[in-house]
C-alpha cells in the first residue's frame, strides 16, 4: 500500500527563513502614538479587530447598513451614496478621483503641500487635464485667487484638502472656496483624512460632491479601511461616466454591489470594517459637537504648552491646523534626533514631515486625552533638554495645565 504521502509531487524546497516572533520585535511597552497618524484605538475598536464573519450574509449587512449611517452622520450628509474601502485614505482619495476624472477633465487642484499635491498627481495619472492652484507653505488659498483660477481654467473638478497634514495648515475658508468653485459649476473633492471629526465639516450644507477619510486619524480606527461619500451630483456622474474606471477595485459602480445591495465585489475586511464601525459608534456616543471641543480644547492647550515651552510653532495661528501640530525643531537638531530619542527613552512616537524642519504631534481621536498631552508635553520638552535645547520645561506643563482648566471652568 503506498502511503498518501507517496503521491506528493518531488519538492525542492527553498528553504524556510529564520524569524523572530513578535514579541522580540514589539517593544515591550507599547509605544504611545503622538504621530500624525496612526492614532491609539479605543478597546471597542481593538477587540471588534479581533474578530471575523463572514464578508456577505445577514450580520454583515447589518454592520454595513449601521456603518453608513453613521458615517453619515460623521460626514453631515443625506447622501444615500456611502461607501467604504480596503485600503488607506489614499485609496479612498484614489476612488474620489478616479471615479469622477478621466481623460480630458479638467481639475483645478488647491495645491498646499504633499497631500493636496497627491490629488493633482492622481489626477494627471487618471488623464484628466490638471491645474495647479500653488499655495505657498504655511498659508492659505485665498478667495480672490481661486474665484480667478476658476474662471480662468473652468474645471469640472476642485479638489482641495481640508487639513494637510504635512504642513499643519488648515484651509479654514473651506466653505467659501467650495461655494465658489459650486457656483462656477465644479464638483468639490474634499480629502478630509485628518480632520474628520476633528473639527467641523458639512458636506451638505457646504455643497461638498465627495468627501474622503482614513481610519487611523480622526476616527481612531485602524489603518487600512476608509470611507468615501459621494452626492448626488457626484454619484450621477459616476453612474453615467462612458469609459469605466480603470482601477477595478475602486471602481464605484462595482463596489455598489457590496456597500449597497449586499453582493459581492471584492472579499471586504470584514475585521477592520467591524473596528470601524466601533469607532464611529464612539463618535456617534460623544456627539461631534462635544468631540469637536474635546479637540479644540486639547489641541489648544497643547499648543500653548509648547510655546511655553520655548519653542515655535510651525503655521501662524489664523491658518493653523488644529488636528497635527507643526513644532520647528531648534537649529542644530534634526527631526530625525528629536522623534527617535523621544521614542528611544519616552516611549512616545512622534512625526517628522517630509523634509521640513519640524515635528508634529497629532492631536486626533484618542490622542486629545488629558492624560496624553502631559506625557507628550513632558517627553518633548525632557528631549529638547537631553540634546541640547534650551527649553523651559515647568513653564510648558503649568501653561498646559493653566489651558486645560481654563477651558474646564469655561473661561
Ligand atoms: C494621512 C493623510 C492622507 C493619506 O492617508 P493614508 O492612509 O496614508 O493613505 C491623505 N491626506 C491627508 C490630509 C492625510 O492626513
Redesign the pocket.
Known amino acids: 500500500m503506498p502511503t498518501s504521502s507517496s503521491t506528493l509531487l518531488p519538492f525542492t524546497p527553498i528553504p524556510r527563513p529564520e524569524v523572530v516572533s513578535l514579541d522580540e520585535i514589539l517593544p515591550e511597552e507599547p509605544l504611545l502614538m503622538m504621530g500624525?497618524?496612526p492614532v491609539p484605538i479605543p478597546a471597542a475598536v481593538a477587540h471588534a479587530n479581533t474578530v471575523v464573519i463572514n464578508h456577505l450574509g445577514s450580520t454583515m449587512a447589518k454592520v454595513i447598513g449601521q456603518v453608513k449611517e453613521m458615517a453619515r452622520y460623521v460626514f453631515q450628509t443625506r447622501s444615500k451614496w456611502v461607501l467604504g474601502v480596503a485600503g488607506?485614505?489614499?485609496?479612498a482619495?484614489e476612488m474620489a478621483i478616479s471615479n469622477l476624472a478621466w481623460s480630458g477633465t479638467r481639475v483645478l487642484a488647491i495645491k498646499n503641500g504633499f497631500?493636496s499635491a497627491?490629488m493633482a498627481e492622481m489626477a494627471t495619472r487618471c488623464g484628466a487635464h490638471v491645474a495647479t492652484l500653488d499655495v505657498p507653505d504655511r498659508a492659505v488659498a485665498q478667495l480672490a485667487e481661486v474665484a480667478e483660477a476658476l474662471a480662468r481654467e473652468r474645471p469640472e473638478i476642485v479638489t482641495i484638502?481640508q487639513?494637510?497634514?504635512s504642513n499643519t495648515v488648515w484651509n479654514h475658508q473651506l466653505k467659501e472656496i467650495a461655494a465658489l468653485a459650486k457656483a462656477a459649476g465644479a464638483l468639490v473633492i474634499v480629502?478630509a483624512?485628518?480632520t474628520l471629526s476633528t473639527m467641523p465639516l458639512e458636506m451638505d450644507a457646504w455643497g461638498i460632491d465627495a468627501v474622503i477619510t482614513?481610519g487611523?486619524?480622526g476616527l481612531s480606527s485602524i489603518?487600512g479601511v476608509?470611507l468615501i461619500a459621494f452626492s448626488d451630483e457626484a454619484w450621477q456622474r459616476v453612474k453615467t461616466r462612458e469609459q469605466p474606471n480603470a482601477h477595478w477595485c475602486l471602481d464605484a459602480t462595482l463596489a455598489e454591489h457590496f456597500w449597497h445591495n449586499a453582493g459581492y465585489h471584492y472579499t471586504a475586511p470584514v475585521s477592520g470594517v467591524l473596528a470601524l464601525h466601533e469607532a464611529l459608534r464612539l463618535v456617534c456616543a460623544e456627539t461631534l459637537e462635544k468631540r469637536f471641543a474635546r479637540h479644540l480644547k486639547c489641541s489648544e492647550a497643547l499648543q500653548a504648552g509648547v510655546a511655553a515651552l520655548g519653542l515655535t510653532l510651525y503655521t501662524p495661528a489664523p491658518c493653523r491646523l488644529n488636528s497635527v501640530i507643526g513644532i520647528e525643531v531648534p537649529t542644530g537638531l534634526s527631526p530625525a534626533d528629536v522623534c527617535g530619542y523621544i521614542s528611544r527613552q519616552h516611549q512616545v512616537e512622534i512625526s517628522g514631515s517630509f523634509g521640513l524642519p519640524i515635528v508634529r504631534i497629532g492631536q486626533m481621536g484618542e490622542q486629545c486625552r488629558e492624560h496624553n498631552l502631559f506625557r507628550t508635553l513632558h517627553a518633548l520638552g525632557k528631549t529638547m533638554l537631553d540634546l541640547g535645547a534650551r527649553v523651559d520645561l515647568p513653564a510648558g506643563v503649568a501653561a498646559l495645565e493653566q489651558s486645560l482648566s481654563e477651558r474646564s471652568r469655561g473661561r
Open positions: 500624525a497618524g488607506p485614505g489614499s485609496a482619495m497631500f497627491r484638502v487639513g494637510e497634514t480629502d483624512v485628518c482614513g487611523q486619524k489603518p476608509s
